[in-house]
């Protein structure tokens, strides 16, 4: 908090007024450790740059300068109101404003409404301190008006729930209900993004399970019955990869498989898809090797939970952790060894030689020593030929 207070300081000193502001102040006094910290200040954006040296200009338009202190970043923000949104999601108008009370009123929930003073002072003007003793989640102002102004809020929300432990209030709930169908609105990265949030949370099933009481997640047609499966089944993914999985096994496949997500987890969503629909309960050395660690001890935790069969988690770590290759690039013979020993052009032949060799060496056929596969090699390939 060191170089966020030089900046602080630095604003005081040319006349202004700066606190640090949002969920660093709340954290701060749930004694939780939180490296984002957010400055606001009644210094116009150009004043900002004039007074620091190294700016970057991130959010111009709503009053946003990153300014570089040492080797960290730090967003500071001129106080401001926000009018119009839009898609229910960002702010079309914004107007810079001279005091904290105004800029305050625009934020989502009281908690992150607080502001702290460069001397550890806490500055309340919606009650957010006691919300959060409480262990409230409350909209500043009318939660109708705050979830129709940016949707996303209400995913946040259950995030909170997950994360903080905490208890969206009565009329924050009735308004989620009434704007529920606003998320489709949100882009599909923004929303995943807050589903990786709220993985991170301990009370996550928690979260899920307000969640569907108010029948949100018949407004994420992909994600939905998924969402009904971890409900039902109690299963908590650990990851993003884990609770699409979730989603694509509980008839999503195609819809996830259209999400903006990374190419490897595709690859590894499918994986694990082909494992669990064809009923695999028992898994072989080659098949671990195979479709990795990871992927069958999750699909495992699918059977488990989905069909009821036995945990054999014990049984894959042990087969794994006896296997004498992990991967293709552990066997001794290398595809050039490969390709001196063929004396061929090199080629997708090579990976079907390697991939014998795997599968030899995990069955126990022989052992992955240098000269036992090449003796292997020179009897089953070259001296047919």
Same mark, same amino acid.
């Given at each position: 908090?060191?170089?966020?207070?030089?900046?602080?300081?630095?604003?005081?000193?040319?006349?202004?007024?700066?606190?640090?502001?949002?969920?660093?102040?709340?954290?701060?006094?749930?004694?939780?450790?939180?490296?984002?910290?957010?400055?606001?200040?009644?210094?116009?954006?150009?004043?900002?740059?004039?007074?620091?040296?190294?700016?970057?200009?991130?959010?111009?338009?709503?009053?946003?300068?990153?300014?570089?202190?040492?080797?960290?970043?730090?967003?500071?923000?001129?106080?401001?109101?926000?009018?119009?949104?839009?898609?229910?999601?960002?702010?079309?108008?914004?107007?810079?404003?001279?005091?904290?009370?105004?800029?305050?009123?625009?934020?989502?929930?009281?908690?992150?409404?607080?502001?702290?003073?460069?001397?550890?002072?806490?500055?309340?003007?919606?009650?957010?301190?006691?919300?959060?003793?409480?262990?409230?989640?409350?909209?500043?102002?009318?939660?109708?008006?705050?979830?129709?102004?940016?949707?996303?809020?209400?995913?946040?929300?259950?995030?909170?729930?997950?994360?903080?432990?905490?208890?969206?209030?009565?009329?924050?709930?009735?308004?989620?209900?009434?704007?529920?169908?606003?998320?489709?609105?949100?882009?599909?990265?923004?929303?995943?993004?807050?589903?990786?949030?709220?993985?991170?949370?301990?009370?996550?099933?928690?979260?899920?399970?307000?969640? $569907?009481?108010?029948?949100?997640?018949?407004?994420?047609?992909?994600?939905?019955?998924?969402?009904?499966?971890?409900?039902?089944?109690?299963?908590?993914?650990?990851?993003?990869?884990?609770?699409?999985?979730?989603?694509?096994?509980?008839?999503?496949?195609?819809?996830?498989?259209?999400?903006?997500?990374?190419?490897?987890?595709?690859?590894?969503?499918?994986?694990?898809?082909?494992?669990?629909?064809?009923?695999?309960?028992?898994?072989?050395?080659?098949?671990?090797?195979?479709?990795?660690?990871?992927?069958?001890?999750?699909?495992?935790?699918?059977?488990?939970?989905?069909?009821?069969?036995?945990?054999?988690?014990?049984?894959?770590?042990?087969?794994?952790?006896?296997?004498?290759?992990?991967?293709?690039?552990?066997?001794?013979?290398?595809?050039?060894?490969?390709?001196?020993?063929?004396?061929?052009?090199?080629?997708?032949?090579?990976?079907?030689?390697?991939?014998?060799?795997?599968?030899?060496?995990?069955?126990?056929?022989?052992?992955?020593?240098?000269? $036992?596969?090449?003796?292997?090699?020179?009897?089953?390939?070259?001296?047919?030929?």
């Amino acid at each position: 908090m060191n170089n966020s207070k030089v900046i602080i300081k630095t604003l005081n000193e040319h006349g202004y007024d700066a606190y640090i502001v949002g969920g660093y102040v709340r954290d701060f006094l749930l004694d939780k450790e939180n490296s984002d910290i957010d400055i606001a200040t009644n210094a116009l954006p150009d004043v900002v740059k004039e007074i620091f040296p190294k700016t970057i200009l991130t959010g111009l338009k709503h009053g946003t300068v990153t300014v570089c202190l040492k080797d960290a970043q730090y967003e500071v923000t001129t106080f401001r109101t926000e009018s119009t949104y839009i898609n229910n999601r960002k702010p079309d108008q914004v107007a810079f404003v001279s005091n904290l009370e105004e800029d305050v009123k625009r934020r989502d929930f009281t908690m992150n409404a607080l502001a702290l003073t460069i001397d550890h002072q806490i500055i309340d003007y919606v009650g957010g301190k006691k919300d959060i003793e409480d262990k409230i989640i409350r909209t500043v102002g009318n939660p109708y008006d705050r979830f129709q102004e940016d949707a996303l809020r209400m995913l946040r929300a259950f995030r909170f729930v997950s994360t903080l432990g905490f208890t969206i209030e009565n009329e924050a709930l009735l308004a989620i209900k009434q704007n529920a169908h606003l998320i489709k609105n949100i882009s599909h990265e923004r929303i995943l993004i807050e589903f990786d949030k709220m993985m991170r949370g301990t009370n996550f099933l928690k979260a899920i399970e307000v969640l $569907v009481s108010t029948s949100f997640h018949e407004h994420l047609p992909i994600l939905k019955n998924g969402l009904e499966t971890i409900n039902k089944t109690k299963i908590v993914p650990l990851d993003l990869f884990e609770f699409l999985t979730i989603c694509a096994v509980s008839s999503s496949y195609e819809q996830v498989m259209e999400l903006p997500i990374s190419n490897h987890n595709k690859k590894e969503i499918r994986i694990v898809y082909e494992m669990f629909e064809l009923d695999i309960i028992d898994y072989p050395k080659p098949l671990i090797f195979r479709n990795g660690l990871r992927n069958c001890l999750f699909t495992n935790k699918l059977n488990v939970f989905l069909n009821h069969t036995t945990d054999k988690k014990t049984e894959i770590i042990e087969a794994y952790q006896s296997m004498p290759i992990h991967k293709q690039c552990d066997v001794k013979f290398k595809g050039d060894d490969i390709i001196t020993l063929f004396n061929k052009e090199p080629g997708s032949w090579i990976s079907d030689v390697l991939d014998d060799l795997c599968l030899k060496i995990l069955i126990g056929e022989f052992q992955n020593e240098y000269q $036992v596969i090449k003796e292997y090699l020179q009897n089953k390939y070259l001296k047919r030929s």
